[in-house]
């Protein structure tokens, strides 16, 4: 695929310095497409022009060497997009203070974008946004006089697996005319396509988090129940799953976080005028998991007189990323209850954590945040208290 005559790329990622936007780019480059990234973080910038990734992200660093200043150029500023045939937006629609879709960020990126947008050029949205955000970037675009079509493709591949899992998944692709469907489908390759119209997709990709965030609420609340209980929740799950079939995809306990998730299933309560019941009670249910933990920490000892230690402060496991993770919610918590709190990750960058040992040495109490697998097998004090909702750590007792 080469750029029509009039640009000199073939695609912009605007956006692109992050978890979604830089290993989309990173495998357009690698096709040989002539790509730009434009990202207003300036540090990312940087750190991408310098040839180092700022995250974890599997085989993206081999890539990165591979393709940086061949076919992949970063900036920080818009002017360059003007050069390229796709514009791919990284821009989604986050929920405010008062879990309401806001949609500042995209209309700002619009408005910062919209002088070196050109006849010819297909926006193609990646992120997840509120239902009806493409009609109304389409509308917006026309009502400006730019001559610019629009399509939505959500991305949904696992954060640190995207480029393995964009070559593997089937990619929903959306559009307002065959025309530009056929576009986008070319831009993305030789790929199994689920096609779909744009309102459709939008309900698509929000449904399928919704999903995800419900079934680790049931889950979490039947572990709440159990252990509110005094009994073994292992057990329990135990017995649910074994040689069972229909119970073969029931998740287990765990901290539901991260940055679409939540923020997702109350994009859909907000498109169902507040009716979505199930996506509230799953907020509910998920958000309290960690009030939850700190009364079963309590059960076994007096908090008011001990160090607790937090194991994992990513949002999941094996992952650089702190982004809403619900470890940094447990840590407030325990802050109100416990003498002192100390904080550990291995992979996550904070001057106030503290390296493992220190925590294995200095609490008396240790929650896991994070099930990492570093975590998996510990060798502690038989007088520890370990509160692990997750089932994840083998403990080891020091002789």
Known sequence: MRAQSSFTREVAVIGGAGH???????????????????????????????????????????????????????????????????????????????????????????????????????????????????????RLLHDKG????????????????????????????SAFNPDVLAEVKALFGDIEYVEMTPLEAELCKLMTNAWRYLQFAAVNQFYMIATQHGLDFRRILHGCRFKYPRMAGMPGPGFAAGPCLVKDTMQLAAFSANNFVLGHAAMLINEGLPAHVVQLAKREVSLSDETVGILGMAFKAESDDPRDSLSYKLRKLLTLEAKRVLCTDPFVRDPSFVPLD????????????????????????????????????????AQ
Request: aromatic share 6%.
């Open 358 to 397: 220190v925590v294995l040495t200095e609490a008396r109490v240790l929650v896991v945040g994070t099930p990492h697998a570093a975590y998996k097998k510990l060798i502690l004090p038989a007088s520890t208290k370990l509160i692990d909702a997750w089932d994840h750590v083998q403990r080891m007792t």
């Open 146 to 173: 730019i001559p610019v079509e629009v399509a939505f493709c959500p991305e949904r591949v696992a954060q640190g697996h995207s480029l393995r899992e964009f070559r593997d998944l089937p990619q929903i692709v």
């Open 20 to 138: 979604v936007g830089l290993p989309l780019a990173l495998s357009f480059a690698d096709r040989g497409l002539r790509t730009l990234i434009y990202d207003v973080n300036r540090a990312s910038v940087e750190t991408i022009r310098s040839g180092r990734m700022p995250f974890a992200e599997e085989g993206a660093q081999e890539i990165l060497g591979r393709v940086l200043h061949r076919t992949l150029e970063v900036e920080d500023a818009p002017q360059g997009i003007a050069t390229c045939k796709y514009l791919v937006m990284i821009i989604g629609t986050p929920v405010d203070e008062h879990l309401n879709p806001t949609f500042n960020s995209i209309h700002r990126a619009i408005e910062q974008c919209s002088p070196f947008l050109r006849n010819g050029q297909v926006l193609v949205l990646r992120s997840t946004v509120f239902p009806g955000i493409t009609e109304h970037i389409r």
